[in-house]
């Protein structure tokens, strides 16, 4: 078996922006779908074959906020990307989860050190896309250098698949070459 193409990914953010919800919509689609939650993260397998390779997708999602911090360093270990999800809503949850999105950053470099990071504005269907005023999120994604902007929403799904592509297609690239050299 090919081990070289399992990828790790982990899944931050707030509490009730969606994580979970888009973890299953996402691998859903797959053929090869687990969900097993274990104390404090639960992970989901999804295989994926790019150009004749099999690739093993580990979406890893903590269970329950800011509980079991001790285990913090586990739940991160070997991770290759991450994605932050907050919410788009415009009320104090959206906006706290926006607010929230550099400390979860924060984490991320201090125990996976400068890995591929997704940003996620879920819960899209909840907004008026023609009027929602963006620039204040895309400023912020432009200064912190993000390997991606994605507007998703796990209930109707739209963006979902884009995105989870971008970070699969993303590591693929980078992890193929490193096996050519
Ligand atoms: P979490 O894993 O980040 O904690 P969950 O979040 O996936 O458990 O989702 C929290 C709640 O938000 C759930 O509602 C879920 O259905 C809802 N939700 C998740 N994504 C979306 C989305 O894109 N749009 C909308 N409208 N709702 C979403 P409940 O009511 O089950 O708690
Ligand atoms: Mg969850």
Same mark, same amino acid.
């Given at each position: 078996?090919?081990?070289?193409?399992?990828?790790?990914?982990?899944?931050?953010?707030?509490?009730?922006?969606?994580?979970?919800?888009?973890?299953?919509?996402?691998?859903?689609?797959?053929?090869?779908?687990?969900?097993?939650?274990?104390?404090?993260?639960?992970?989901?397998?999804?295989?994926?074959?790019?150009?004749?390779?099999?690739?093993?997708?580990?979406?890893?999602?903590?269970?329950?906020?800011?509980?079991?911090?001790?285990?913090?360093?586990?739940?991160?270990?070997?991770?290759?990307?991450?994605?932050?999800?907050?919410?788009?809503?415009?009320?104090?949850?959206?906006?706290?989860?926006?607010?929230?999105?550099?400390?979860?950053?924060?984490?991320?470099? #201090?125990?996976?050190?400068?890995?591929? %990071? +997704?940003? *996620?504005? =879920? /819960?899209? &269907?909840?907004?008026?896309? #023609?009027?929602?005023?963006?620039?204040? %999120? +895309?400023? *912020?994604? =432009? /200064?912190? &250098?993000?390997?991606?902007?994605?507007?998703?929403?796990?209930?109707?799904?739209?963006?979902?698949?884009?995105?989870?592509?971008?970070?699969?297609?993303?590591?693929?690239?980078?992890?193929?070459?490193?096996?050519?050299?």
């Amino acid at each position: 078996m090919n081990e070289k193409f399992t990828f790790k990914i982990t899944i931050i953010g707030d509490g009730a922006v969606g994580k979970t919800s888009l973890i299953r919509k996402f691998t859903q689609g797959g053929f090869q779908d687990e969900y097993i939650q274990t104390i404090g993260a639960q992970f989901s397998k999804y295989t994926e074959e790019i150009e004749g390779d099999n690739c093993k997708l580990f979406f890893w999602d903590i269970a329950g906020q800011d509980t079991f911090h001790f285990l913090r360093p586990a739940f991160y270990k070997s991770s290759l990307a991450a994605i932050i999800v907050f919410s788009l809503e415009e009320n104090d949850f959206g906006r706290e989860s926006f607010k929230h999105v550099p400390n979860w950053q924060n984490e991320i470099k #201090k125990f996976c050190g400068d890995i591929p %990071i +997704l940003l *996620f504005g =879920n /819960k899209v &269907d909840l907004i008026d896309e #023609k009027t929602f005023n963006e620039e204040k %999120i +895309l400023k *912020f994604v =432009n /200064k912190k &250098d993000f390997f991606g902007y994605y507007k998703t929403s796990a209930k109707t799904g739209q963006g979902v698949y884009e995105a989870f592509q971008a970070i699969i297609q993303k590591l693929y690239s980078k992890y193929k070459e490193i096996s050519v050299s």
